[in-house]
Protein backbone atom coordinates (compact mmCIF):
# COMPACT_ATOMS: atom_id res chain seq x y z
CA UNK A 1 0.00 0.00 0.00
CA UNK A 2 1.22 3.44 -0.88
CA UNK A 3 1.46 6.33 1.74
CA UNK A 4 -1.08 7.99 -0.59
CA UNK A 5 -3.63 5.20 0.27
CA UNK A 6 -2.38 4.99 3.98
CA UNK A 7 -2.99 8.94 4.16
CA UNK A 8 -6.58 8.19 2.86
CA UNK A 9 -7.38 5.60 5.68
CA UNK A 10 -5.72 7.97 8.56
CA UNK A 11 -8.80 9.81 6.82
CA UNK A 12 -10.98 7.19 7.23
CA UNK A 13 -10.16 6.78 11.14
CA UNK A 14 -10.77 10.06 12.04
CA UNK A 15 -13.98 10.42 10.23
CA UNK A 16 -14.76 7.32 11.98
CA UNK A 17 -13.42 8.63 15.89
CA UNK A 18 -15.14 12.28 15.09
CA UNK A 19 -15.46 12.12 18.73
CA UNK A 20 -13.98 13.54 21.58
CA UNK A 21 -10.47 12.55 22.27
CA UNK A 22 -11.02 12.28 26.36
CA UNK A 23 -13.96 10.90 27.58
CA UNK A 24 -16.93 9.08 25.44
CA UNK A 25 -19.76 10.40 27.62
CA UNK A 26 -19.09 13.98 29.00
CA UNK A 27 -21.47 17.16 29.94
CA UNK A 28 -21.02 19.51 26.44
CA UNK A 29 -19.25 21.94 28.93
CA UNK A 30 -15.99 20.68 30.03
CA UNK A 31 -14.94 20.85 34.16
CA UNK A 32 -13.29 24.10 34.99
CA UNK A 33 -15.55 26.21 32.29
CA UNK A 34 -17.98 28.74 32.15
CA UNK A 35 -20.28 29.23 29.66
CA UNK A 36 -20.20 32.94 27.74
CA UNK A 37 -22.32 34.87 25.10
CA UNK A 38 -19.08 37.03 24.59
CA UNK A 39 -16.53 36.08 22.36
CA UNK A 40 -13.29 37.36 24.02
CA UNK A 41 -10.16 38.36 22.03
CA UNK A 42 -6.76 36.65 23.56
CA UNK A 43 -3.64 36.99 21.71
CA UNK A 44 0.43 37.62 22.59
CA UNK A 45 -0.19 41.37 22.22
CA UNK A 46 0.69 41.47 17.93
CA UNK A 47 -2.35 41.45 15.82
CA UNK A 48 -0.40 41.54 12.40
CA UNK A 49 -1.87 43.22 9.43
CA UNK A 50 -2.67 40.62 6.79
CA UNK A 51 -5.39 41.16 4.20
CA UNK A 52 -6.78 38.27 2.46
CA UNK A 53 -5.56 39.24 -0.97
CA UNK A 54 -1.88 39.19 0.81
CA UNK A 55 -2.58 36.10 2.84
CA UNK A 56 -1.06 32.77 2.03
CA UNK A 57 -0.15 29.41 3.16
CA UNK A 58 2.63 27.22 3.08
CA UNK A 59 2.71 23.36 4.10
CA UNK A 60 6.05 21.93 3.97
CA UNK A 61 8.28 19.47 5.80
CA UNK A 62 7.98 15.83 5.43
CA UNK A 63 5.97 15.75 2.92
CA UNK A 64 6.18 14.91 -1.20
CA UNK A 65 5.11 18.55 -2.40
CA UNK A 66 5.54 21.37 -1.00
CA UNK A 67 2.71 23.70 -1.44
CA UNK A 68 2.02 27.36 -1.22
CA UNK A 69 -2.08 28.78 -1.98
CA UNK A 70 -3.61 32.14 -1.85
CA UNK A 71 -7.09 32.53 -0.89
CA UNK A 72 -8.03 32.54 -4.69
CA UNK A 73 -6.63 29.19 -5.23
CA UNK A 74 -7.90 27.64 -2.16
CA UNK A 75 -11.31 28.80 -3.47
CA UNK A 76 -10.19 26.82 -6.70
CA UNK A 77 -9.03 23.81 -5.62
CA UNK A 78 -11.03 22.61 -2.11
CA UNK A 79 -14.44 22.69 -1.25
CA UNK A 80 -15.59 25.21 1.12
CA UNK A 81 -17.05 23.97 4.20
CA UNK A 82 -19.63 24.76 7.10
CA UNK A 83 -19.31 23.62 10.36
CA UNK A 84 -21.25 24.57 14.24
CA UNK A 85 -18.65 23.80 16.76
CA UNK A 86 -17.89 24.50 20.34
CA UNK A 87 -15.30 26.58 21.54
CA UNK A 88 -12.82 26.33 25.02
CA UNK A 89 -10.35 28.46 26.48
CA UNK A 90 -7.47 27.42 28.62
CA UNK A 91 -8.56 30.67 30.81
CA UNK A 92 -12.04 28.77 31.70
CA UNK A 93 -14.43 30.22 29.71
CA UNK A 94 -16.79 28.36 26.91
CA UNK A 95 -18.56 29.50 23.89
CA UNK A 96 -21.39 27.14 21.79
CA UNK A 97 -22.21 27.07 18.75
CA UNK A 98 -19.35 29.18 16.80
CA UNK A 99 -20.35 28.99 13.10
CA UNK A 100 -17.06 28.80 10.74
CA UNK A 101 -16.70 28.61 7.24
CA UNK A 102 -13.46 27.62 5.95
CA UNK A 103 -11.16 24.58 4.27
CA UNK A 104 -10.54 21.13 5.82
CA UNK A 105 -6.56 20.99 6.44
CA UNK A 106 -6.70 17.58 5.34
CA UNK A 107 -7.71 18.44 2.16
CA UNK A 108 -4.55 20.76 1.41
CA UNK A 109 -2.51 18.00 2.89
CA UNK A 110 -3.84 14.66 0.44
CA UNK A 111 -2.17 17.10 -2.10
CA UNK A 112 0.66 17.88 -0.21
CA UNK A 113 1.07 13.79 0.56
CA UNK A 114 2.62 13.62 3.82
CA UNK A 115 5.56 10.92 4.24
CA UNK A 116 5.00 7.63 6.17
CA UNK A 117 7.39 9.01 8.92
CA UNK A 118 5.73 12.40 8.98
CA UNK A 119 3.45 11.93 12.41
CA UNK A 120 2.96 15.56 14.03
CA UNK A 121 2.65 18.93 12.74
CA UNK A 122 3.07 22.84 13.85
CA UNK A 123 0.83 25.52 12.37
CA UNK A 124 2.67 28.87 12.32
CA UNK A 125 1.13 32.01 12.30
CA UNK A 126 2.49 35.23 11.16
CA UNK A 127 2.85 36.74 14.54
CA UNK A 128 5.70 33.59 14.95
CA UNK A 129 3.40 32.16 17.02
CA UNK A 130 3.29 28.45 16.87
CA UNK A 131 1.66 25.36 18.06
CA UNK A 132 1.49 21.55 17.74
CA UNK A 133 -0.47 18.58 17.63
CA UNK A 134 -0.37 14.99 16.06
CA UNK A 135 -0.93 15.00 12.22
CA UNK A 136 -4.04 12.77 13.22
CA UNK A 137 -5.81 15.49 14.70
CA UNK A 138 -6.40 18.10 11.94
CA UNK A 139 -7.99 14.65 9.62
CA UNK A 140 -11.10 15.52 11.44
CA UNK A 141 -14.39 16.68 10.15
CA UNK A 142 -14.78 19.51 12.34
CA UNK A 143 -10.69 21.09 11.68
CA UNK A 144 -10.70 24.16 9.11
CA UNK A 145 -8.66 26.82 8.23
CA UNK A 146 -11.35 29.27 8.70
CA UNK A 147 -12.03 32.57 6.70
CA UNK A 148 -15.25 33.21 8.10
CA UNK A 149 -17.16 33.54 11.39
CA UNK A 150 -21.08 33.87 11.66
CA UNK A 151 -21.33 34.70 7.69
CA UNK A 152 -18.69 37.78 7.96
CA UNK A 153 -15.34 37.31 6.83
CA UNK A 154 -13.44 36.66 10.25
CA UNK A 155 -11.81 39.82 11.93
CA UNK A 156 -8.17 40.03 12.49
CA UNK A 157 -9.15 40.75 16.47
CA UNK A 158 -9.75 36.86 16.09
CA UNK A 159 -7.42 36.15 13.52
CA UNK A 160 -8.40 36.47 10.54
CA UNK A 161 -8.15 36.50 7.40
CA UNK A 162 -7.86 32.76 7.73
CA UNK A 163 -6.94 30.98 11.43
CA UNK A 164 -7.14 27.28 12.33
CA UNK A 165 -10.37 26.01 14.32
CA UNK A 166 -10.19 22.65 16.37
CA UNK A 167 -12.58 22.93 18.50
CA UNK A 168 -11.58 19.15 20.69
CA UNK A 169 -8.48 21.23 21.99
CA UNK A 170 -8.40 24.15 23.86
CA UNK A 171 -8.08 27.03 21.75
CA UNK A 172 -4.25 27.87 22.40
CA UNK A 173 -4.26 25.00 19.39
CA UNK A 174 -6.69 26.96 16.96
CA UNK A 175 -3.69 29.20 16.00
CA UNK A 176 -4.89 32.37 14.77
CA UNK A 177 -3.24 34.12 11.10
CA UNK A 178 -2.23 30.84 10.29
CA UNK A 179 0.81 31.48 7.65
CA UNK A 180 2.29 27.73 7.08
CA UNK A 181 1.84 24.30 7.90
CA UNK A 182 5.12 22.29 8.94
CA UNK A 183 5.08 18.39 8.99
CA UNK A 184 7.24 16.32 11.10
CA UNK A 185 8.67 12.63 12.36
CA UNK A 186 8.93 14.13 16.03
CA UNK A 187 7.50 16.71 18.51
CA UNK A 188 7.92 19.74 18.86
CA UNK A 189 6.27 21.85 21.05
CA UNK A 190 4.91 24.91 19.99
CA UNK A 191 4.77 28.66 21.69
CA UNK A 192 2.35 27.79 24.49
CA UNK A 193 3.86 24.19 24.99
CA UNK A 194 7.34 25.46 25.67
CA UNK A 195 6.09 28.07 28.30
CA UNK A 196 4.25 25.00 30.60
CA UNK A 197 1.20 24.41 28.82
CA UNK A 198 -0.28 20.62 28.34
CA UNK A 199 0.95 19.11 24.73
CA UNK A 200 -2.38 17.67 24.43
CA UNK A 201 -5.05 20.50 25.69
CA UNK A 202 -8.32 18.00 25.96
CA UNK A 203 -10.75 20.37 27.77
CA UNK A 204 -13.03 17.20 28.87
CA UNK A 205 -9.41 15.99 30.57
CA UNK A 206 -8.52 19.56 31.62
CA UNK A 207 -4.92 19.31 30.20
CA UNK A 208 -4.54 23.18 30.74
CA UNK A 209 -0.85 22.63 32.22
CA UNK A 210 1.72 19.97 31.86
CA UNK A 211 2.44 18.21 35.66
Known amino acids: ?????????????????????????????????????KFPVLDLGITPEV??????????????????????????????????????CVTHWSK???????????DLLKLANPLEYAKFITFH??????????????LEDDVLLAFEFDDQPLTKEHGGPVRVVVPKRYAW?????????ELHNEDRPGFWEERGYHNDADPWLEQRYSE
Open 1 to 37: MTFNKLFEEKIKKAQLNNKPIGKESRARLPSGQTLTE
Open 51 to 88: SLNEWTLKIFGEVTHELEFDYESLKREFDIVEDISDFH
Open 96 to 106: FDLKWKGFRPR
Open 125 to 138: SYDDYTTNLPLDAI
Open 173 to 181: KSAKWIKSI
